[in-house]
């Protein structure tokens, strides 16, 4: 009489994954012995998650980055007619956020490339216990678009201006 061979037994089971706000990429989620049998035992069942690709925010941390572009002659010298600074976003959970961009008006400084506007507490919820806060922030980061082309003539008129 031959050996007798263990066989493998598939059995179906499900698990729900508590997956919870603020969660990173890379948060790992166990169900101990819920694996297949092994020497010394069951194995545990490990989940990693990853982060979908959002097309409005990007998260750093537990910040939530929204990238604001702003033309270069707006970042120089304000909107034209002197449109308000004041800007709406509609946050990850449906929220309309405002926020003050920081024109320049009758002179001051312009807007720079990689500006940040931060509102506080309005990003990630923070899942670690004994963090400080709550939740991380909302960082508006300030992208200046530069025109494809300019002729001479706007050329010379932006040197005058600004040499």
Request: hydrophobic fraction near 35%; include cysteine; charged fraction near 25%.
């Amino acid at each position: 009489m031959p050996p007798l061979h263990s066989c493998p037994v598939l059995t179906r089971s499900t698990h729900a994954a508590p997956i919870k706000a603020g969660y990173k990429a890379g948060t790992k989620i166990r169900f101990a012995k819920a694996g297949n049998e092994a020497a010394g035992g069951f194995q545990d069942i490990v989940f990693v998650l990853e982060e979908k690709p959002h097309a409005t925010f990007k998260r750093e941390g537990d910040d939530l980055i929204y990238t604001f572009k702003v033309p270069l002659v707006d970042a120089l010298s304000g909107p034209a007619g002197g449109g308000s600074p004041t800007k709406t976003l509609t946050h990850l959970d449906g929220r309309t956020i405002n926020f003050n961009v920081p024109y320049p008006r009758g002179g001051g400084a312009p807007l720079k490339p990689g500006q940040e506007i931060r509102i506080a507490g309005e990003g990630m919820p923070i899942t670690r216990k004994n963090a400080p806060k709550p939740k991380g922030d909302l960082v508006v980061r300030i992208e200046v678009v530069f025109p494809d082309r300019i002729s001479s003539a706007q050329a010379e008129g932006v040197r005058k201006v600004l040499g």
